[in-house]
């Protein structure tokens, strides 16, 4: 297991600059996420840390070593495809079997090595089979195992979990996850979905357009994002933003929304007059028969509701303005109606409107 | 009922096997013919004095088996010059993006498209200063590099469709690019080897212009050259020795084919969908 660090690394296409000034840490034993859109960069990244792909300026460190100009087949990293890019002409025996291969161990290490694997991973059925014969979830299985079979330094994902269906999904972070923690092996996870992120990481790196729009751990990431589109890519659901006027009244601050005004001590929220945009999480907003008393309440007209699973995510409008808001439960309405929306004004954020940078919370 | 449109395919099929047999068959019967009647007009179909001398005699009366050898070693050896040359400059142009990719690539192509009787007389002088003249070896580095341009492109389409993810994970995995390319990258493209090379083979095989201006002496030719030496001569026309050697020509050719025809289906058709 090793840290690694990647200090200013910068990839240039021809004329366009896919990832720019890049700095990474991740720790030894950790779980670190990159995300971002598809087109980020995420996977110019990985196949950079892999050295299959030369980076344009910039240094990478394996623990203390410099990796940057070393081939792949020197470096001891693994890495997962997204496509799984198993050997379509060989066994999952021999898929497994090759980087140890590699490494010139016995065919009596190689057997036990790959049996274990296997075992671990529920795949020991499947070793005379070739990849083509397959399912899904099989083929995720070998290729993680291909990664796993040899303790590497770093283990790279990229997007291992998209080609799977729903269910497998669960399944698999939740296998991720245990396996990162057990086994203490370095992982770095590229994924365009913000729920693996959260579901599995301990840091997150968020890409767009080949920067690092924001860093940290993945919980303080998801709950103050620096600005706007980090917090509306990654939030589930998406978030609210409704534009919005500040005014001080006094030693109170009143933030003016289209649809009803927030009005706060200035020890609560403590930011100057102007124009900002409102971000509220749709987890935040419940839907009340009447107005509360706690917090702020407004009407709004239920639009329609859709239940995924056990719970549901309903449209509001609240004047000229749309609302999404989670409800932890199964919850449907036969026509549109009035209802009051209760909102906490502590849990909102607010981001300059110019810069679209995070001001409140600090 | 039997639909329409499958009458109409029967019938189509039926057209085009006699358009594509009935000369072989015609062919294949006049080597049985004896010299008078090959002359009968209306032409006979079935031979009426049945007679497989002239089968026999095209090995004595000339030499036949060295024109054999001659081929043989001409086409297969170019099969193997092509692949030697063609498949590195396949996979450098399919997997390295490198400048004037496209150029490097339409210029391989455009020695296709140059007419082979326009380089004939310096290749003859080039072929006379190397003292390659009136041999296989010759015409084998010949026909090596004018289908060059054939390996070359059909062997990049087969390395493209191959994702390139295969060869990195196979580096990742601990191996040299080296390594990536035999262990993964040409079993891959395996069909397409076979289907390139069976078309080089088959080209090379039948090739006459300059098999007949580069060998001179009579155990120097190819058999298409050698073939050519019944016409016209001191007896006239001898079809019935034509049809007979050329059928002795093309029957490895035939028969490799059919050893291996579902590769060559795969081969052709691999890459279309994928």
Redesign the interface.
């Known amino acids: 297991m090793a840290r690694l660090r990647i200090v200013e690394l910068t990839k240039v296409f021809g004329t366009k600059k896919v990832l720019n000034n890049i700095s990474i840490e991740v720790p030894e034993a950790s779980f670190t996420s990159i995300l971002g859109p598809p087109g980020a960069g995420k996977t110019t990244l990985l196949r950079i840390i892999a050295g299959v792909e030369p980076p344009t300026s910039g240094k990478i460190y394996l623990d203390d070593q410099d990796i940057t100009l070393l081939p792949p087949k020197d470096r001891n990293v693994a890495m997962i495809y997204q496509t799984f890019a198993l050997y379509p002409h060989m066994t999952v025996f021999d898929n497994i079997a090759s980087p140890l291969r590699a490494r010139r161990l016995s065919e009596n290490e190689i057997k036990k090595k790959v049996k274990d694997i296997a075992d671990f991973l529920g795949i020991s059925h499947l070793l005379e089979r070739f990849p083509r014969e397959l399912s899904g979830g099989e083929k995720q299985r070998v290729a993680v195992a291909r990664a796993l079979v040899r303790e590497a330094e770093i283990y790279l994902m990229d997007e291992p979990l998209t080609n799977l269906d729903y269910k497998l999904r669960e399944a698999a972070r939740a296998e991720l996850k245990k396996m990162c923690k057990e086994l203490k092996y370095t992982m770095i996870y590229a994924t365009p979905d913000p729920l693996d992120a959260l579901a599995m990481s301990d840091h997150v790196y968020v890409l767009f357009g080949g920067e690092i729009v924001q860093s940290g751990p993945t919980r303080k990431v998801y709950d103050f994002p620096d600005n706007i589109d980090v917090a509306r890519y990654f939030s589930f659901p998406a978030m609210n933003f409704v534009e919005c006027t500040v005014k001080h009244m006094d030693d109170k601050v009143a933030i003016k929304m289209p649809f009803t005004d927030i009005i706060v001590q200035k020890s609560e929220i403590d930011i100057s007059e102007g124009e900002y945009i409102v971000g509220i999480r749709p987890h935040e907003l419940k839907i009340m028969e009447k107005p509360s008393i706690s917090g702020v309440s407004f009407k709004a007209r239920l639009r329609l509701t859709y239940v995924i699973g056990s719970e549901s995510i309903a449209y509001a409008d609240a004047g000229e303005t749309s609302l999404a808001i989670h409800v932890p439960f199964i919850y449907k309405i036969a026509e549109p109606k009035e209802v009051f929306i209760n909102l906490d004004p502590m849990k909102i954020l607010i981001f300059d409107k110019e810069k679209r940078k995070r001001v409140w919370p600090r | 009922m039997v639909k329409k449109t499958t009458i109409l395919a029967v019938v189509a099929f039926i057209i085009l096997g006699i358009w594509t047999f009935f000369p072989l068959y015609y062919a294949f019967i006049t080597a049985f013919k004896s010299r008078i009647e090959i002359t009968y007009w209306p032409p006979t179909f079935i031979p009426k004095e049945f007679t497989v001398h002239y089968w026999i005699i095209v090995w004595f009366d000339r030499p036949t088996l060295a024109y054999y050898r001659n081929t043989v070693i001409a086409s297969v050896l170019s099969v193997i010059i092509s692949l030697a040359f063609g498949i590195p400059t396949a996979y450098t142009c399919a997997r390295f993006n490198f400048r004037n990719r496209a150029d490097v690539l339409f210029t391989i192509l455009t020695f296709r498209f140059l007419p082979p009787a326009a380089v004939v007389i310096p290749l003859y002088i080039f072929m006379r200063e190397a003292r390659l003249l009136d041999t296989p070896i010759g015409l084998a580095f010949i026909y090596g590099a004018i289908n060059l341009p054939i390996v070359v492109w059909v062997l990049r389409s087969y390395i493209i469709d191959i ?1 390139p ?2 060869e ?9 690019r080296f390594r990536a390319f035999t262990d ?1 990258t040409l ?2 493209i395996k069909p397409g080897l076979i289907a390139v090379s069976l078309l080089i083979l088959a080209l090379s095989w039948g090739e006459f212009l300059f098999a007949a201006v580069l060998t001179t002496s009579p155990m120097g030719k190819t058999l298409p050259v050698g073939i050519s030496e019944y016409m016209g001569g001191e007896w006239g026309y001898e079809w019935n020795k034509i049809m007979a050697a050329t059928f002795y020509g093309i029957l490895p050719l035939i028969i490799i084919f059919l050893a291996i025809r579902k590769h060559l289906a795969r081969g052709l058709t691999f890459g279309i969908v994928r």
């Open positions: 994702p993810e295969l990195e994970s196979y580096m990742i995995d601990g191996y040299s993964i079993p891959l």
